[in-house]
């Protein structure tokens, strides 16, 4: 990589982040299209959420509506939102980790 001068090999750098770059753009349309899904109370409320974390959908069972108590059912939509953001988030970094790790060896990226 290094030529007699001792400078890195400027196209190969080049096609190096290319290939990173297309790489990247494919991470993040795979993570806009996949979905996760988080629970909570034993399943009474599931959100499913994008990989890239926007909510797409929310079902609330019946069973878990009482009118005397919407404080709970609060409580059941913020915990499963967060459980299918954390899934979202886990498979953000597999998807994503190994190319920020790649980006790391290369000289003027800051990761």
């Known amino acids: 990589m290094i030529p007699g001068g001792g400078q890195p090999d400027m196209q190969q750098l080049l096609q190096q ?8 753009t ?3 349309q795979e993570l806009a299209e996949a979905s996760v899904e988080g629970t909570a109370g034993g399943g009474l ?13 929310l079902v609330i069972d019946p069973k878990a509506v009482d009118p005397d108590d919407t404080e709970t ?3 059941l939509v913020l915990a499963a939102v967060r459980d299918a953001n954390s ?3 886990e ?4 998807k994503l980790g190994p190319l920020a ?6 000289p003027g990226l800051p990761f």
Do not use: F, N, P, Y
């Open 26 to 28: 494919t991470a993040q």
């Open 17 to 24: 982040a290319q290939k990173m770059q297309q790489d990247l």
């Open 101 to 106: 790790q790649g980006m790391g060896g290369m």
């Open 73 to 75: 059912l609060a409580d």
């Open 45 to 57: 409320v599931k959100a499913t959420v994008s990989g890239s974390g926007e909510l797409m959908r």
């Open 87 to 89: 899934a979202a988030s």
């Open 91 to 94: 498979l953000q970094q597999q």
